[in-house]
């Protein structure tokens, strides 16, 4: 495997690691408000608290580790995307701060404030949702670069059917994912109402995540045909995703085993992120940025690989650790400790 | 209105940085400072320098979040801001950049252990052995994110053919020339400011409240790391002026307003410009320069005459320079008079005037920390990667940046404000003495309940 291909796994590794992190985490600030709007927040909003204060620092390591290593393996990507996305990366930027400031301030009075939940509920759609912008401009058709400026046509963006069911997908996986992880951190507490609440959100979500992917899938083959027909060819990785996504169904529904559950739904997404990120290739953005052409000098990339999967050594090892100590520490989730 | 957009990068940029350098030098320095008190406290076992360390972490923790944000802040900021530094540089100067995230990962997954830790232990040491991988952790960031700054200074490991750097040496881009003495005095300036922040604490709490027993230790026990890392800094400010002289010796030469070469030159000290160039009220201190460059009277030290008008840094960078070195001496001077009136008996070391010198020495180590900054950044205008790239072809040319600059400035004064609100509450209702007698308590019913126990089974 040549180094590029490496790098560009381990990059993606990243990113499918902080999906699946940071979608339980912005899916948890949006039912805590939901929650609270709708006089359950008894229910759940202890749980939520108890998982995710200690996890916010590792999920953005997640993001930052794929942001660097991606600017730091292909340099231009950082010209492109970088020229392009200055105000919509600024006001992600803005969003991750609001969002980090509530985890660093909330044990002193904050989580009483109505203002600030809905900040915080209110980040964790947008956060995805303006995060997920970036696929889209990927696929090509949004950057242009003429005469050596690089800049980003707004207008097609926002009118593009392609780019609000990407979007759309972005948000309700988001729910998705956080509400069945929920919904296992409930049944671990042996907290059964909050469990009740988290399984009905969990099923309520299902059905619009798997329609917006068809849509998401349906708008590519218009919009980048090539990409689609990569897509296509993976059949099988696809196939796998929608029988995976069919027996966390299954659990939901029958209210049982939810640590497989949400097994299920990581593979789920697995399968799908990659047979999405394997039909990608061979661009970082298309036209103009290639995995061979755009990736950054041989030694500088083995040199990232090795720290790379250093950074997946450690990542991997301490997100158990914190998992243990918050996650199956059985007196912990149900709040004794 | 045309407007000037390199100019609004470098504000967008210094804003960010200027704000985050407050948050990377707290989150550099407590580590060790806590790891000196909980390792002193159970040397003497001393649970007052125990508390010290429990109240500093605590305190700490806040800050650490305001650090990622700004950081993740700034981590972004560096290719949006300027797209084409990072498409021409990343080629060589991606690993430190990487590395650096790795070293502040470890720091935090250490620090969350160290927090959850405390009485888990048998032996007081091995929670304090969990200090080492955070000193470590923060100390690694420092020298990683410092020497992809020393590079930009001093530009190795590479070879420059059509616009494009090839045959690129990772490593020796990072071991660049530049950031042994950069990460030195970055790494004991740190240190000093820290020291001097807690210190301030101290200080601050005995003039509110009268002096107790928990401030008095702490105060002497900042004091004297204040003293030592403080000269060191000042160490380490004459080894990066003897590279500057030598690899770098136009921001030397700006710095000290040396306009010509020349050997035995004079050290200028303060002063200021008139519009054509001249030096007024200045202190002319005769060959003290090339002294300081070269420990030696004679040598001849390059002046700016010897670089092209429009590849001089900014003659303003003296000030920077001036105040920041004042900074260190004046910081130097405070912690060596409180020892010597500690030592002197018949005077009393914790006079209300030391008091208040010593809480004004907080904030004067965050400028002197500032100004040091403003100089390296300053000092090497107007090159962004000095001799390869200008500031001009590095920045994004987008005008959106004017109004980014506002919102950044905003977002920055809630952050700044925030922090302050959470760590007053956190400390003001929970001052330290209450929390020791809450120990003490706690630990005497421990006593009782196993003595009772043991009463039960006899």
């Known amino acids: ?337 | 209105m045309v407007v000037d957009t390199v100019l609004w990068s470098r504000l967008v940029t210094g804003l960010t940085l200027s704000f985050h350098v407050i948050f990377a030098t707290i989150g550099v320095a407590i580590p060790l400072m806590v790891s000196i008190a909980e390792f002193v406290g159970i040397r003497k076992k001393d649970n007052h320098y125990t508390l010290m360390a429990k109240r500093w972490t605590r305190g700490f923790v806040i800050s650490v979040a305001v650090g990622v944000v700004t950081g993740t802040a700034i981590a972004l900021q560096l290719a949006l801001v300027w797209p084409n530094f990072m498409q021409l540089a990343g080629n060589v100067i991606a690993l430190p950049l990487f590395m650096e995230v790795f070293a502040f990962f470890f720091e935090a997954i250490f620090l969350g252990i160290y927090l959850y830790t405390w009485d888990r232990f048998r032996n007081p040491y091995l929670h304090w052995l969990l200090t080492v991988p955070v000193v470590l952790g923060a100390a690694m960031s420092a020298f990683f994110i410092t020497s992809v700054n020393g590079f930009m200074n001093q530009p190795e490991g590479f070879i420059f053919e059509a616009g494009h750097f090839s045959a690129v040496h990772p490593l020796q881009a990072m071991f660049n020339e530049a950031t042994p003495s950069k990460v030195f005095h970055v790494l004991t300036s740190a240190y000093m400011t820290g020291a001097a922040l807690l210190a301030a604490v101290a200080a601050f709490s005995m003039l509110k409240k009268g002096v107790t027993e928990y401030a008095k230790k702490g105060l002497k026990l900042m004091m004297t790391v204040l003293l030592v890392f403080s000269f060191l800094t000042a160490l380490a400010g004459d080894v990066s002026a003897k590279f500057l002289a030598e690899h770098q010796p136009e921001k030397l030469a700006a710095a000290e307003w040396h306009f010509e070469t020349e050997k035995g030159a004079d050290l200028i000290f303060l002063g200021w410009l008139t519009a054509e160039r001249e030096i007024v009220g200045a202190l002319h201190i005769p060959n003290a320069l090339s002294f300081l460059a070269f420990s030696d009277f004679n040598a001849e030290v390059t002046g700016l005459d010897e670089f092209p008008v429009d590849e001089q840094p900014p003659l303003l960078v003296h000030y920077l320079f001036d105040a920041m070195v004042g900074v260190g001496f004046a910081l130097l001077a405070m912690s060596a008079i409180f020892f010597l009136l500690l030592f002197w008996k018949k005077r009393n070391e914790l006079n209300r005037w030391m008091l208040r010198v010593i809480v004004l020495g907080a904030p004067l180590a965050f400028l002197g920390v500032e100004l040091g900054w403003f100089y390296a950044e300053v000092g090497r205008q107007p090159w962004m990667i000095r001799g390869y790239m200008r500031v001009e072809e590095a920045a994004t040319t987008s005008p959106s940046i004017v109004i980014l600059f506002f919102v950044f400035l905003l977002l920055y004064i809630l952050l700044g404000t925030m922090c302050v609100i959470v760590l007053r509450r956190l400390f003001r209702d929970n001052p330290a003495e209450v929390e020791l007698e809450k120990a003490a308590k706690t630990k005497e019913e421990a006593l009782q309940a196993q003595q009772q126990k043991a009463g039960d089974e006899a």
């Open chain 1, 1 to 337: 495997m040549s180094y590029e291909i490496l790098g560009i796994s381990v990059l993606w590794i990243f990113l499918y690691g902080y999906l699946i992190v940071a979608s339980i985490d912005f899916g948890a600030g949006f039912f805590a408000f939901y929650a609270r709007i709708t006089g359950k927040d008894h229910l759940i909003n202890r749980l939520i608290s108890r998982y995710l204060s200690p996890v916010w620092e590792i999920t953005n390591v997640f993001f930052v580790f794929f942001f660097v290593g991606l600017i730091g393996f292909f340099p231009d990507a950082a010209h492109y995307y970088g020229s392009a996305l200055l105000v919509p990366g600024s006001i992600a930027i803005i969003l991750l701060a609001i969002r980090g400031s509530f985890y660093a301030f909330e044990n002193y009075g904050s989580k009483k404030n109505i203002v600030f939940l809905f900040l915080y509920g209110a980040t964790g759609l947008l956060i995805p949702a303006s995060l997920s912008v970036a696929l889209v401009l990927s696929e090509g058709g949004f950057i242009v670069e003429q005469g050596g400026v690089v800049t980003l046509q707004y207008l097609e963006l926002f009118t593009s059917p392609l780019a609000w069911s990407i979007v759309a997908l972005a948000v309700t996986s988001v729910l998705f994912i956080s509400a069945s992880f929920l919904a296992f951190y409930a049944s671990r507490a042996e907290d059964k109402p909050a469990l009740d609440l988290m399984r009905g959100y969990a099923l309520f979500w299902s059905t619009p995540t798997i329609i917006a992917a068809f849509t998401a899938v349906l708008y590519l083959s218009q919009h980048n045909n090539r990409h689609f027909q990569n897509m296509m060819d993976l059949w099988w990785l696809l196939g796998l995703s929608v029988f995976f996504f069919l027996i966390v169904l299954w659990l939901l529904y029958k209210g049982r085993r939810y640590g497989w559950a949400f097994i299920c739904l990581m593979l789920q997404f697995l399968t799908a992120f990659f047979a999405y990120g394997i039909g990608h290739y061979p661009y970082i953005l298309d036209p103009y940025i290639t995995i061979q052409g755009g990736a950054t000098q041989e030694a500088m990339g083995i040199a990232l690989v090795v720290v790379f999967i250093a950074g997946l050594l450690l990542l991997i090892p301490s997100l158990a650790l914190v998992f243990r100590l918050f996650l199956f520490d059985a007196d912990y989730v149900k709040g004794k400790k």
